[in-house]
């Protein structure tokens, strides 16, 4: 199948405005960048491509942040705002999130607070390009699985007896998080999939092998089988067990051996595929991370669909990349790992370089570009006109033109360029001729 790659690296239109100690400098971004090869698109499992966009970085630039909150008014009932060619999310919250957790509960703790958010503080949030990981390129479909925790969610609003097909995730994911994270034509290329719910593996059998304690019961939980509900027809899905396991998918389990609960002891093995971080924005959401260790890289919690050892539990991978038994379905703390399966000839979502605005100055010549993703080698063509450095941060010395590059680190075949036009506007020519002369220039 072949695919012309246009644009994923793709620049839009943008103006910047630089403030200098007496005047104003400005000069525009326009896209002149365009991938004229063609390309075989055979995604492989362990690929990253990027569609759709949510909510991700923490803004913590104060300029930026005192320009979006004079806009605040502008925000939707999301806390979404749209600025500069770029989308926004303020988040502001008067009380902690409820946790879920029982009274004396050792994970009792608020855990926005663990992450570094405060109550009645004002937090921006960038939206950037999705970044899915394939799972599976077969028959012109591409499943695809969030390379991280998102947002954090409970799996069910209460905790009651509940399945997949009744959960309030699956309805959020569905609804609200569909909306917001794809626009129509994305939409369009989300394939409706008729996921199996299957029984929880561990209390009752898994591949036609029981559990020596199914029927009884061990600590107070039965080894019983919990029900997994009815199959369901979903567009955005959590990873079920049978899927988080699957070795065609990249993932590892040992089924040899049963350990002393009757629990086979491959569901407790650890995968480093497994392991997922949640972004800030999840992070403000309250997901749990764990905070006690040396790691430079904090590993979090994410829920399966896939029930737990009882009617009110659903389970879950923990941070060191093994799967558990589950959760209360109501624990807010759990992040959200969607699936989603797309036809193979879609288009992944661009890079945004520049939709810097009059509202967004900087002193000292000093513009950012806001790039959405890390995964990106910068260039310039004229250092001594403008440079550019490794986080995408222009630094402008002089008038002229310069093209910036943005070639991707996954994949070096894949560039976009951007060719900037730093000049005067045309009241600055008047000063530098009528006023201050060419001594100024």
Request: proline share 3%.
């Amino acid at each position: 199948m072949m695919k012309k790659i246009s644009g994923f690296l793709a620049v839009i239109t943008a103006v910047a405005i630089i403030l200098s100690a007496f005047t104003t400098l400005s000069f525009a971004v326009t896209s002149e960048g365009e991938d004229s090869a063609e390309y075989v698109l055979a995604f492989k499992t362990g690929d990253t491509v990027y569609f759709g966009e949510y909510p991700a970085s923490l803004i913590e630039d104060l300029a930026l942040c005192e320009a979006l909150e004079k806009e605040a008014d502008s925000c939707d009932a999301n806390g979404d705002l749209s600025l500069g060619g770029l989308r926004f999310r303020r988040v502001c919250f008067e009380e902690y999130r409820d946790a879920g957790f029982e009274e004396g509960s050792v994970y009792d703790g608020n855990t926005q607070v663990a992450n570094g958010y405060e109550s009645n503080q004002v937090y921006w949030f960038r939206y950037e390009p999705i970044a899915w990981r394939v799972l599976n390129d077969a028959e012109g479909k591409v499943l695809l699985m969030t390379e991280k925790a998102i947002d954090s969610q409970p799996y069910n609003t209460d905790c009651e007896a509940v399945t997949w097909e009744t959960s309030s995730v699956r309805e959020w994911l569905n609804g609200d998080f569909f909306d917001i994270a794809f626009t129509a034509d994305q939409q369009e290329d989300i394939c409706d999939v008729s996921n199996v719910n299957n029984d929880n593996p561990i209390y009752g059998s898994y591949n036609g092998v029981p559990s020596p304690y199914a029927g009884e019961f061990k600590n107070g939980y039965p080894f019983a089988g919990t029900e997994g509900g009815k199959d369901t027809v979903d567009k955005v899905f959590l990873p079920s067990f049978d899927e988080i396991t699957d070795k065609a998918y990249g993932f590892n389990l040992n089924w040899t051996e049963v350990d002393d609960f009757g629990r086979f002891a491959g569901y407790y093995d650890t995968d480093s595929a497994r392991l997922a971080v949640g972004t800030d924005y999840a992070l403000s959401q309250g997901i749990w991370t764990e905070h006690d260790t040396e790691e430079e890289t904090k590993y979090s919690r994410y829920w399966l669909r896939t029930p737990g050892y009882g009617e009110t539990y659903a389970a879950g991978v923990l941070d060191d990349g093994r799967v558990s038994t589950g959760w209360f379905v109501n624990y807010t703390v759990l992040g959200i790992r969607p699936l989603i399966c797309v036809d193979s000839d879609f288009e992944q979502t661009p890079l945004k370089i520049g939709a810097v605005s009059d509202e967004f100055r900087y002193k000292e010549k000093d513009v950012r570009l806001f790039a959405n993703m890390d995964n990106i080698k910068w260039s310039s063509s004229n250092p001594e006109i403008a440079d550019i450095d490794e986080n995408g941060c222009i630094t402008i010395y002089d008038v002229g033109t310069v093209t910036f590059s943005a070639t991707s680190l996954d994949r070096s075949d894949v560039t976009a360029t951007c060719t900037v036009e730093i000049s005067y506007a045309w009241w600055q020519w008047l000063i530098r001729i009528f006023l201050f002369g060419w001594i100024w220039y």
